[in-house]
C-alpha cells in the first residue's frame, strides 16, 4: 500500500531502554516530521527533515534522536525512556514547494 | 512563533453550519493557515489551506480576514461523522519547520 506507515503501532517499553519508532512513506516526499501528541498539549514537533541526511530540532527534541539515510524512511530514537516520553507519536511527510502533510496512523508509547 | 488560539471545544446538531476560530495574532508575512481533522486513534487530515480572503473546497470554506490576525473554518451542514479535533496550523512551512505552530485543537461533538 502506498502511503505513510509507523511500526510498532504500540510499544510498551521500560524507563532506561532504547526505542526505535520507525516510520516509512512511498511518495518520496522530502520533508518528513515527527511529532508527539499529549493530552493538553496538541501536537508538538520534535524533529524534522528536509532530504535524507539533513534533519533539524523543532519544538521538543530533547531526549529524541533521528537520521534520514534513505529519503523514505525516518526513524526516531529514544535513547533511555523515560516516562515523560510516553505519549502518541505522530510522523509526517510533505513535498517540497507544499504546505500540505500527510500524517501516519500514530504510535503509542507507554513508558513503565 | 505564531502562537494560536482555538476554543477547548464546541457542540453543534446535524444539519447545521459550524464556524470554527482560530486567533494567531502574531502570524508573518510568509505564513500559510492551514486546518487539520483528526479522528480518535488516526493521525491528523488536511482539510482546507488559505493565506487571505476566502478558500473552499468540498468539505470546507476557510475565511481570513484582512489582517490575518485570525481565520475561521466553515463547515457546512455537518454530520455525525464530522465529530472529530480540529487542529489550526500557522506556519511558513516552505521554510524552517520549526516556524510551526499547532493550535491545541477544538473538540467538534456533532449531535443527532
Known amino acids: 500500500d502506498a502511503g505513510i506507515t509507523q511500526s510498532p503501532r504500540y510499544k510498551i517499553t521500560e524507563t532506561g531502554r532504547q526505542v526505535t519508532l520507525m516510520c516509512h512513506q512511498t511518495?518520496?516526499?522530502?520533508?518528513m516530521f515527527w511529532y508527539r501528541q499529549d493530552l493538553g498539549h496538541g501536537l508538538r514537533l520534535i524533529y524534522y527533515?528536509?532530504?535524507?541526511?539533513?534533519?533539524d530540532k523543532g519544538e521538543v527534541p530533547d531526549g529524541y534522536v533521528v537520521s534520514r539515510s534513505k529519503t523514505e524512511n525516518f526513524p526516531l530514537t529514544l535513547e533511555s525512556a523515560t516516562r515523560s516520553q510516553t505519549s502518541v507519536y505522530f510522523c509526517?511527510?510533505?513535498?517540497?514547494?507544499?504546505?500540505?502533510?500527510?500524517f501516519g496512523p500514530g504510535t503509542r508509547l507507554l513508558v513503565l | 512563533l505564531a502562537k494560536t488560539t482555538q476554543p477547548v471545544s464546541m457542540d453543534s446538531y446535524e444539519g447545521q453550519e459550524v464556524n470554527i476560530t482560530c486567533s494567531h495574532n502574531?502570524?508573518?508575512?510568509?505564513?500559510?493557515i492551514t486546518w487539520y481533522q483528526q479522528f480518535p486513534s488516526q493521525g491528523p487530515r488536511f482539510i482546507i489551506q488559505?493565506?487571505?480572503t476566502k478558500v473552499t473546497n468540498e468539505v470546507a470554506s476557510l475565511f481570513i480576514p484582512a489582517d490575518r490576525k485570525s481565520s475561521t473554518l466553515s463547515l457546512p451542514r455537518v454530520s455525525l461523522s464530522d465529530t472529530a479535533v480540529y487542529y489550526c496550523?500557522?506556519?511558513?512551512?516552505?521554510?524552517?519547520?520549526?516556524?510551526?505552530?499547532f493550535g491545541s485543537g477544538t473538540q467538534l461533538t456533532v449531535l443527532p
Open positions: 509526517a511527510s510533505r513535498v517540497a514547494g507544499s504546505e500540505t502533510q500527510y
Open positions: 511518495w518520496s516526499h522530502s520533508y
Open positions: 527533515s528536509a532530504a535524507a541526511d539533513i534533519t
Open positions: 502574531n502570524i508573518a508575512t510568509n505564513d500559510y
Open positions: 488559505g493565506y487571505k
Open positions: 496550523l500557522v506556519g511558513a512551512l516552505s521554510g524552517s519547520a520549526r516556524q510551526l505552530t
